[in-house]
């Protein structure tokens, strides 16, 4: 398409690339029609290996006890928490991009809002499991439940950040499957309509709840989709405001900061960026969506993680400013210690990766670049990880009476479990690439270059839409 | 079936209707059923026979007379027994040869729990960790069952056939019967050794120590005094106390006496406050606690002590000065003059109140402290010969018997009670010798090394099962009486050598008797019976004892100096060899409780090393942890470093009573064995020199229970010294400026009472009784080596102990911490189940049904006191399940817990003060900790009530709470370490 077709020079489509919009359908819907490849198999095989030794290692864990992992009477928390944070912190990005881009009219989120809301979800349940899994008697883990018992007036803790964790996650959860589904409602008509099989017609109807394409169904699904991005809005916010609290509200210097709560949510959405540019650099190479999903994206998404490292980068100085400045005995040895004691390597894994790794997306050419942007994206995952060990391990190990400093080492069974919930989370992910559309059909048509072009605008405006027909016109 | 009518219907719907259940159930139909023929289901009076006949006979015919079972109802009880209820018997302990007064709490007939004597004039209620958990090894699983020939099961009957006629061939033959016998065994089992002795005119006495401490003393007093005895000290009378190499208050003659004795003479409140000395070659409890304190190589003692002799012989008035100087002339000590002079002239100055005591086995040491005491007027004012315990003078020679043992003369050989082979340095020789006489047989609890290297075993009661007496101090008379009937098929020793002397008399009669005879005419009482009963109710008769002064003699000390040459030293390392406050001689090894014990100093449980100082560490590259080779003269052993600061560079220090090979299946195989490393020259000393230090293959980690050693200058022990104090009562604890503090919570309300706890740290010395007590009473599982290696032992109240100052002279701290029971618990407020709460008495609770385990609390816990169960720790064995206290759950894996303040006790002392009516005394409840401290440094009570002890002492300015600034409100209170520096 040439020039004179755009809007504005200002405002380049965001899909370039001339396609109809019975392309983009056939596109996207690909994946899930045709038989997977040895590529995907290869993963699947991988994840889903990586997850039963996962489960294994649970189970044995459940049946033997906690002592399996390498905690002491000093490190209450290390491999478990940690994970829980790391995964909680992965979900953000879905919500954002889902939600808050989407109340911005960021259109560029588009393309990849679906993939990252699943992985939201999916993050968000590997998440769950080490709340649960970390108990020491976890068939008991209902009790964390406000619900009515038989043990006389007993009831939970509103007083404990770990009662706000159950609210704050399984409110999370809640609202992003709803979001994520809703969201998938046309999609999955569209699917439905193409169905060639009767069971999976069958599904597919069921599932798409008798979207019929009309413009009062648009009308209205789209109200629900601003009421419900409008409702996961805070949900951002709120969700790793109160995880940090599990920190902030405790006594434990290194854990006792009021700066936790931002500091949080932007180490969240820093690492959920980075989660999503990993999966994004892949999703869109194995299934030759380059198109789809640009370079431009991938850019945009960069940009999100210069601005978010920063903060996070800002915190850590704040943190040791804090620190030096309350000339509290405690918070400063806290501080010293994380940088230079005994799990200083940690620390500085951490810098690395999180403040200094962010600095070459400055660059035009490195966040451009799909396979740098991968590579850096793997190391602020890695840098995001153990930014909350350092949290965690170094501010427990060493903490008020040094007679009870002790060092902690993890066991096997705790690192077979990271890996297997990245079995989970990859299982999950590949199945969803699969099984439903990775990315959001009738979204992608909306910001696709034929979409934009003042015919279809016009179009459009005529008939009372923003957007082509998807669902039953489509097909 | 002709009276069975057939039931009519007249329309579809009624027959519908009919069938219908819910008409049916239905209490009022609608239509009242009219005549016979319209009711359902209708059974006439013929049918209702028929079938009830039916019933009542299938009914009949399923019954059987069931096996019959009588149960009694608990109508005529024993007497003073009530289920649930517990008893307390006085005793006397035996886990050492101190003898210290015990009481027993018997539950359903099984002590659970032993805790010092009140009434009891020399431990005053207090008792050491191996003394409590010598309730454990009652319920040792490895305890010898019954009596065997060579581990060949036997019956008593057999046994003593056996030993009869061994015994009586040898007195037929003329050969020599040997008894060999700890040197403490208490007066009546003296009685019996010399019935036995009068029985069998061949029979002489031989007799052990493992660690040789009341020998070498009483050695000394014999030369000096003519008097082989061992003195009683005094420490509380003494203002200067220098201690050479005694470790008084941890492993040495009596420590709970002394620590007792010595936390009196040390009080700030008294403004009293002796002054300590210690020399010693590694660091020890006692030199944990001292004032100042001087390191040497053990083979330096003497010499130190010699010089000391000298340089107060200069300045003494005493009359034989001139004499003892030259006498007390040797080699100089490798220690500074000043620090000599500053010893000597601190002693004289407290002249007639100074005392000096020796803990090495060298003869020429003892004889020079005996001198020194002498010149500082010491004995009959801080040390009495007078009221000392009096060893067997008659007694061969060990040296002796080994020799005889080897010609092969002995006839017969008694051992009661010792373990040569595994605790002498000829152990092996001694196996192998030991079965060489034609009667050998061992009484001992369990088939140890030389039970198992002799023909017969007499398995004997714990001392918890059996009768007994001890005369710790002359005149006091302390008894031993069974607290539980014996578990198994064992018998007393001394019932064992009654019967083999052919004596017809039972123990108990023959202890009764003799008492009767001996002691009772000494107490003044009108009858027999009444004195005896109150003896056994208290566990003690103090009586007046008459004896006869003995007094020093120059010549012996100069005959006796002359006779024991300086040790010659060489060059290299020299090897100290020291018992540990858990292990101690290592007779009470197969224990859990004492494995799993910390030791005060270096905080290591299970097993030993080698400690060696930071420089010669740092000099051969030596890192903790480190496998290293101790060769001496002896032999060679190998083990783990253990970087010890407070060390004589020049020496390796490494504990006894480990490397067990037949102590049972706890201690087999932990640690190694270092009693064949002791020097053996006529006399068994525990060093040696020229031992050289080579590294071995490979690292073991050591378990220990606190790795950090620094108190990275945190507020947290706080100490002032005396000369401070005395001008200043808040020095050391000046008033912190703290922000307001304000709550968002609304405070709590203690209504009623309101515990709170107060810890002296000044009296505290650290000796660890208080965490065996606690682990006794609250059910405290024992984790294991590899458990405590990954830092998750259980003890609910550890002991912190803290260096400060440089590694060569480092200051020590103790610090017992146990749950603050924070006013704004950190716990509390985080747990989301509520399984951790704050009770109206202002305790910290913990609920372990609730609990699911997040460790949520422990993580939030300032002082890390929370433990958690990250196992199902196993109470398997049905024997060692009985130690457990039934008024304590016992946890689950996967809960946390923690200390209580011994809620338990608590909630007996308030329930008994409401039956009888009265108000909850102060002082009425005690912890576990504060019953069996034996430095009294832990005081519990009610902080509402402002006359209470606690109240008291938390008013002090020495009073202080850790983490005032978080806010938390502790309701435990430490008191200033006051020093005399």
Redesign the interface.
């Known amino acids: 398409m040439s020039e004179s077709t755009h809007l504005s020079s200002l405002r380049e489509p965001l899909v370039a690339e001339q396609r109809s919009l019975h392309q983009l359908t056939e596109e996207i819907c690909a994946p899930m029609e045709r038989r997977p490849g040895g590529l995907w198999w290869a993963a699947f095989l991988l994840a889903f290996a990586a997850l039963a030794m996962g489960v294994g290692m649970v189970a044995y864990q459940i049946k ?4 399996v992992w ?5 490190v ?2 290390a491999f478990d928490i940690t994970n829980f944070v790391f995964w909680v912190g992965i979900g953000h990005a879905g919500t954002l991009i889902s939600a808050i881009l989407f109340l911005f009219r960021q259109k560029w989120r588009t393309s990849i809002n679906r993939a990252a809301e699943a992985m939201t979800l999916f993050a968000v349940t590997c998440a769950a499991i080490f ?1 649960v899994i ?5 068939w ?2 209902f ?2 439940l406000p619900y009515p018992n038989s043990r006389g007036s ?4 509103f ?5 706000w964790d ?1 609210f704050a996650i399984s409110t999370y959860f809640t609202i992003s499957a709803v979001f994520w589904y809703v969201g998938l409602v046309p999609d999955l008509a569209t699917v439905r309509d193409r169905a060639k099989s009767k069971l999976r017609r069958l599904v597919f109807s069921v599932l798409s709840l008798g979207w019929n394409g009309s413009s009062r169904t648009w009308s209205r699904y789209e109200t629900v989709y601003l009421l419900l991005a409008g409702l996961a809005t805070p949900l951002v916010v709120s969700v790793h405001t109160i995880v940090s609290m ?1 920190f902030a ?4 210097p290194g854990w006792h900061a009021t700066l936790f709560p931002p500091y949080f949510v932007a180490g969240a959405i820093f690492s959920g960026f980075a989660m999503v540019l990993t999966l994004m650099v892949i999703t869109r190479k194995v299934f030759r969506l380059e198109h789809l999903i640009t370079r431009r994206h991938l850019e945009n998404m960069c940009k999100v993680i210069i601005v978010t490292g920063g903060i996070v980068g800002l915190a850590y100085g704040t943190e040791f400013f804090t620190a030096w400045y309350s000339g ?3 918070e400063r ?1 806290a501080f010293a210690n994380r940088a230079f004691g005994p799990y200083g390597w940690a620390y500085w894994v951490m810098v690395s990766c999180n403040v200094v790794a962010p600095q070459l997306f400055w660059f035009k050419r490195v966040r451009t670049t799909p396979a740098v942007i991968f590579l850096l994206s793997l190391a602020i995952n890695v840098g995001m990880w153990f930014e909350r060990f350092v949290i965690i391990v170094t501010s ?1 190990h ?10 902690y080492t993890p066991t096997v069974i705790e690192v077979g479990t990271l890996i297997g919930t990245f079995g989970l989370f990859f299982t999950c992910f590949l199945l969803f690439a699969r099984l439903l559309p990775a990315l959001s059909i009738g979204e992608v048509k909306a910001v696709a270059a034929y979409a934009q072009s003042p015919v279809a605008q016009l179009a459009a405006a005529s008939s009372g839409e923003k957007k082509p027909k998807s669902g039953r016109a489509a097909a | 079936m002709s009276d069975r009518l057939p039931q009519y219907w007249q329309t579809l719907a009624e027959r519908a209707r009919k069938l219908d259940p819910e008409e049916l159930s239905r209490e009022f139909p609608e239509e009242l059923p009219v005549g016979p023929l319209r009711q359902p289901f209708s059974f006439d009076r013929r049918g209702f026979f028929k079938a009830m006949g039916l019933s009542a006979a299938a009914a009949l015919a399923a019954c059987q007379r069931a096996p019959k079972q009588k149960i009694l109802p608990f109508v005529r009880k024993p007497e003073e027994v009530t289920p649930g209820v517990p008893l307390w018997y006085a005793s006397t302990c035996a886990a050492c040869p101190a003898s210290c007064g015990i009481l027993l709490k018997v539950r359903d007939g099984r002590p659970i729990k032993v805790e010092g004597n009140e009434a009891h004039p020399l431990s005053s209620g207090g008792v050491c960790a191996a003394g409590q958990a010598s309730l454990l090894s009652l319920y040792d699983a490895s305890r010898a069952r019954g009596p065997s020939f060579g581990g060949t099961p036997t019956s008593w009957a057999a046994l003593d056939e056996a030993v009869r006629r061994g015994l009586l061939a040898a007195k037929a033959q003329g050969r020599p019967i040997r008894l060999l016998l700890p040197w403490v065994l208490g007066p009546s089992a003296e009685a019996a050794v010399a019935r036995f002795l009068e029985v069998y005119p061949t029979a002489k006495t031989v007799r052990y120590e493992a660690i040789p401490a009341r020998e070498p003393i009483a050695s000394a007093h014999r030369e000096t005094h003519g008097a082989f005895v061992v003195p009683d000290y005094r420490f509380e009378k003494a203002k200067v106390i220098a201690s050479f190499g005694a470790d008084f208050l941890g492993t040495w003659l009596s420590p709970v006496a002394f620590t007792r004795q010595y936390s009196a003479g040390r009080s700030p409140e008294a403004k009293r406050m002796s002054k300590h000395f210690q020399l010693e070659a590694a660091m020890s409890l006692t030199g944990s606690n001292a004032d100042r304190r001087l390191v040497l190589p053990p083979s330096d003692f003497a010499p130190a002590l010699g010089a000391l002799v000298s340089l107060l012989a200069q300045r003494s008035a005493h009359p034989q000065t001139e004499a003892i100087a030259p006498a007390a002339h040797g080699p100089r000590p490798a220690l500074s003059t000043e620090a000599l002079e500053e010893v000597a002239s601190a002693l004289l100055s407290a002249r007639g109140e100074a005392l000096v005591v020796c803990g090495s086995g060298s003869l020429r040491a003892q004889l020079l402290a005996n001198a020194a005491n002498e010149l500082l007027g010491a004995y009959g004012h801080t040390l009495s010969l007078e009221l000392g315990l009096p060893l067997d003078g008659l007694a061969l020679p060990f040296e002796d018997f080994l020799a005889e043992l080897r010609s092969g003369a002995v006839g017969a050989l008694v051992a009661l009670g010792v373990n040569p082979v595994y605790s002498h340095p000829r152990g092996e020789e001694l196996s192998s010798l030991l079965s060489k006489p034609p009667l050998s047989v061992c009484a001992s609890d369990r088939l140890d090394e030389t039970a198992a290297a002799m023909a017969h075993h007499a398995a004997t009661h714990s001392f918890l099962e059996d009768w007994g007496d001890e005369e710790p101090r002359r005149g006091l008379f302390s008894v031993r009486q069974p607290a539980v009937a014996p578990l198994f098929d064992t018998r007393g020793p001394f019932e064992s050598l009654l019967a083999w002397a052919g004596i017809e008399q039972g123990w108990y009669d023959f202890l009764r008797a003799r008492w009767e005879r001996e002691v009772f005419p000494r107490s003044g009482a009108a009858s027999f019976e009444p004195f005896w009963e109150g003896a056994v109710q208290l566990g003690v008769a103090d009586l007046p004892s008459p004896a006869e002064p003995a007094s020093f003699r120059l010549g012996g000390l100069e005959q006796a100096l002359s006779e024991a040459p300086p040790p010659s030293r060489k060059d290299g390392l020299e090897l100290f060899l020291y018992p540990k406050v858990s292990i101690g001689d290592g007779s009470l090894a197969n224990n859990g409780w004492l494995q799993e014990l910390p030791d005060p100093i270096t905080k290591a449980t299970w097993g030993n090393y080698v400690q060696l100082s930071p420089p010669l560490a740092a000099s051969m590259g030596i890192e903790e942890g480190r496998m290293l080779t101790v060769s001496t003269e002896a032999g060679s052993l190998t083990l783990p470093a253990q970087v010890q600061v407070g060390l004589h560079p020049r020496v390796v220090a490494v504990a006894l009573g480990y490397g067990r090979t037949k102590a049972g299946t706890v201690a087999n195989g932990v640690g190694r064995n270092a009693y064949p490393l002791a020097t053996e020259a006529g006399r068994v000393s525990l060093a040696a020199s020229g031992a050289s230090l080579s590294l071995a293959e490979g690292k073991k980690k050591l378990a220990l229970s ?9 507020p ?1 022990v706080k100490q002032a010294s005396f000369g401070e104090l005395l001008a200043d009562p808040r020095a050391g604890n000046e008033a912190e400026e703290l922000p307001t503090r304000r709550s968002m919570w609304p405070l709590h309300s203690y209504l009623g009472r309101r515990w709170g706890m107060a810890v002296d740290l000044t009296a505290c010395t650290g000796c660890a009784s208080c965490i065996v007590s606690c682990q006794a009473e609250n059910n405290i599982s024992v984790v294991g080596e590899e ?1 405590v290696r ?4 259980m003890h609910w109240l ?1 002991i ?3 260096y400060a100052g440089p590694p060569e002279a480092p200051e020590v701290v103790h ?1 017992p ?1 146990m749950c603050q029971h924070c006013e704004n618990a ?1 716990c509390e ?6 399984a951790t709460v704050h009770s109206g008495e202002g305790l910290n609770q913990q609920v372990y049904n ?7 609390c ?3 816990c ?3 006191v ?7 720790y196993p109470h398997a064995d049905p024997l060692e399940r009985m130690v457990l206290n039934p008024e304590v759950a016992v946890r ?5 817990e923690k200390c209580s303040m011994c809620i338990q006790r608590i909630e007996e002392e308030k329930a008994r003060a409401k039956r009888e009516g009265r108000p909850l005394l102060d002082g009425e409840v005690r912890t576990a900790c504060q019953q069996s401290c034996p430095a009294k440094a832990i005081v519990f009570g009610d902080l509402n009530d402002p006359k209470s002890e606690v109240s008291r002492l938390i008013r002090l300015g020495r009073a202080y709470k ?2 005032e ?2 806010n ?1 409100g502790s309701q435990v209170s430490y008191l200033t370490r006051i020093r005399n520096t």
């Open positions: 033997t006890g906690i002592g390498g905690l002491n009477k000093t209450g928390w709340p970390h108990m020491g008697r976890p008991l883990a009790w964390m007993l009831w939970v803790n007083r404990s950040p770990l009662l159950v599990d509200t405790s006594v434990i509290n005995l405690y040895f427990l060493r903490d008020f009476l040094p007679s009870s400093w002790a060092m | 606190q790795t950090h050693h620094s108190a990275e200058g945190r947290i458990e990954r830092r998750r032992e550890r912190d102990r803290y610090q911490m950190p407020t985080v747990c989301p189940v509520l609730r609990c699911v385990g997040t460790r949520y422990a993580n939030n300032p002082p890390k929370r433990r958690f169960n990250w196992f199902d689950t894996r996967g809960v946390m850790l983490f600034e978080l938390a």
